[in-house]
């Protein structure tokens, strides 16, 4: 299974009530950048704490803050 290189915890980061729907671009070991929706669980200036799905697994990372927008939900 590829590993998605995520980056430390942020103890500034706070948590997010409800979980804003986003998209996540992700590094992603032997295969480089991939885009995946999302959700954000906590939020500081510098990075994001996120919930996505990757090959059909939920993982739960810490990503930079440039690598997450905002992701609308269409009906």
Not at 23 to 38: D, K, L, P, T
């Amino acid at each position: 299974m590829p590993r998605i290189v995520e980056m430390a915890p942020d103890p500034e980061a706070v948590e997010l009530d409800p979980h804003p729907t986003v998209w996540v671009r992700i590094n992603v070991e032997g295969r480089g950048v991939e885009r995946c929706v999302g959700f954000a669980f906590k939020a500081s200036p510098l990075a994001v704490y996120v919930q996505l799905q990757y090959l059909g697994r939920t993982h739960h990372v810490w990503v930079e803050r440039t690598q997450v927008t905002h992701r609308v939900i269409r009906k």
